[in-house]
Nanobody, 127 residues
Framework: QEQLVESGGGLVQAGGSLRLSCTPS????????IGWFRQAPGKEREAVSC????????YYLDSVKGRFTISRDNAKNTVYLQMNDLKPEDTAVYYC????????????????????WGQGTQVTVSS
């Protein structure tokens, strides 16, 4: 079964760091754009970051620029989201997502649905 598996969430104090990982099961990420989304209680899901394997281009939500870094290790078939200087407003369930064909970063973040989603990992930042 093709699916994405996230890990790395947890409880951290404000100013702390976490690194999320996303690994596909049953397929590889070599040719796909992959991204991280988050949804806080009572709020809509938002695109946090994504990365293209075509040209390495990336996208970051304005509120995470300078604090979060997305990267991919194709040898390990894994995408990471390094989150530094976490703030209470970063508290949410974080999901990774990708598709069965290539989309540019600009198109990817505008899409309402994606072919593959992970189960989500909870990130809680205490003040």
């Amino acid at each position: 079964q093709e699916q994405l598996v996230e890990s790395g969430g947890g409880l951290v104090q404000a100013g702390g760091s976490l690194r999320l990982s996303c690994t596909p099961s049953g397929f590889t990420l070599d040719y796909y754009t992959i991204g991280w989304f988050r949804q806080a209680p009572g709020k809509e899901r938002e695109a946090v970051s994504c990365i293209s394997n075509n040209d390495g281009s990336t996208y970051y939500l304005d509120s995470v620029k300078g604090r979060f870094t997305i990267s991919r290790d194709n040898a390990k078939n894994t995408v990471y989201l390094q989150m530094n200087d976490l703030k209470p407003e970063d508290t949410a369930v974080y999901y990774c997502a990708t598709d069965s064909r290539f989309f540019t970063v600009d198109n990817f973040i505008k899409m309402r649905t994606h072919d593959y989603w992970g189960q989500g990992t909870q990130v809680t930042v205490s003040s």
